[in-house]
């Protein structure tokens, strides 16, 4: 037998295996579905129980009643790759990317055939036509969080200074905080910050960019909020996988979707009408999102790095070689993420088969699944921070 013979057989098993550990994983968060069935009504040795249960069973036939049973777990239901619906970047300059998306969303306005979907691809188009997109600047305060941390171990108290200048930073911080993982809430906010760390808190002053109000959307909010809520797991599980808890490959993580939302809020009409037809936003989102995260990565002057993850993280061999990786990472903990999320709601994505397929990174792919529900776990841990009480430091 030749190496490469043995080597065709190990991953033959391999594959095997973790076919075997996904359905494993899945099984554990799919839902049962059962029918309580009364006591008297289950199997017995006792002859004269029997003989009742029969006869109750006769009668239910005779009146039309369903006789009850006990189902099986209800077997998981194999859906779409959602990480394959989805395209790369023309480019990382916004002066390729821009007249290359125009062109597209053109070609999509002549062929829509409502007055709605009409009215939403001509304020994407109005949105995006421009050096400057309809867009807050990325957070000043995050910005600032960013220089002082990357200092190495700044004064506890120049940092919590930065943090208390945004009151929605103040409150992710004390949510945080008072998660699950702690006896008691924290006395002040410089204990707050302190409980958390910088690393934490850098990663909560970046993700602030998401949850401007621009993003409030009518009639897609809770598409808006899944966008959100992915992109801080991916980030999460990409940095996890790069081995740096700052910087650009979080970003990039964060972002990944991040042109998703600026549909959403073309979709969302300025008063109150009508909405358009729902399958053409998807259209628009999957096939654009990309190119559309590029040009907000460069409108934000996120750098290279981020524009790159974002643009090509669908097909990471297509960024230039010095981002490959930073994509590859990103990709992974895309489809990590979706693998997770959805086993959750006992989904089959077949998304541990797709990280064993994939070239380019030395992963272990129930580690790297296994921590999207570890970060998944702790969000849902987290309670509700309009619920939540905010102390302050003193002058």
């Not at 994983?25 to 049962?32: G, N, S, V, Y």
């Not at 992710?172 to 302190?194: E, G, K």
């Not at 409980?195 to 602030?208: E, K, N, Q, T």
């Not at 989102?285 to 974002?310: N, T």
Request: charge should be negative; aromatic fraction near 6%.
């Amino acid at each position: 037998m030749t190496t490469e013979d043995e080597t065709q057989i190990q991953h033959s098993i391999w594959k095997r295996f973790l076919s075997w550990l996904n359905a494993w994983i899945l099984e554990q968060f799919a839902p049962r579905k059962t029918i309580a069935v009364h006591k008297k009504n289950l199997v017995s040795d006792d002859k004269p129980q029997r003989s009742t249960r029969t006869k109750e069973a006769q009668e239910r036939k005779t009146l039309g009643q369903p006789v009850p049973v006990l189902l099986a777990e209800t077997p998981l239901v194999p859906i779409a790759k959602p990480w394959e619906s989805g395209s790369v970047a023309p480019d990382m300059d916004p002066d390729v990317v821009r007249p290359a998306l125009m062109g597209s969303l053109f070609d999509a306005l002549d062929e829509c055939d409502s007055e709605a979907g009409e009215a939403f691809i001509g304020r994407l188009i109005r949105n995006l036509g421009t050096d400057q997109l309809d867009l807050p600047p990325f957070p000043d305060v995050a910005w600032r969080l960013d220089t002082l941390l990357r200092l190495g171990d700044p004064p506890l108290l120049r940092v919590v200074k930065i943090v208390r200048r945004e009151p929605a930073l103040v409150r992710r911080v004390w949510t945080q905080a008072c998660s699950a993982f702690y006896a008691r809430p924290p006395n002040s906010l410089d204990h707050a910050v302190a409980r958390i760390g910088f690393d934490a808190l850098w990663r909560i002053g970046m993700s602030a960019c998401l949850y401007s109000e621009v993003f409030r959307v009518r009639g897609f909010q809770e598409d808006a909020d899944a966008v959100r809520q992915h992109g801080i797991i991916t980030a999460d599980v990409a940095a996890w996988l790069s081995g740096k808890k700052l910087g650009g490959v979080y970003l990039a993580g964060l972002l990944h979707s991040v042109g998703k939302l600026l549909v959403y809020k073309a979709a969302s009409p300025p008063r109150a009408g009508e909405l358009p037809d729902r399958e053409l936003v998807d259209k628009i989102a999957a096939e654009h999102h990309a190119s559309i995260g590029v040009l907000v990565a460069h409108d934000w002057k996120l750098g290279p790095e981020v524009a790159a993850g974002i643009g090509y993280y669908h097909d990471p061999f297509q960024a230039p070689v010095q981002y490959q990786e930073t994509a590859m990472q990103v990709q992974v903990a895309n489809i990590a993420t979706h693998t997770a999320q959805l086993s959750r709601l006992g989904q089959d994505c077949g998304g541990m088969l797709a990280l064993l397929d994939l070239p380019g990174l030395d992963i272990d792919v129930a580690r790297t699944i296994g921590k999207a529900h570890e970060i998944m776990d702790g969000l849902e841990s987290q309670p509700d921070p309009a619920d939540q009480p905010v102390l302050d430091v003193a002058e």
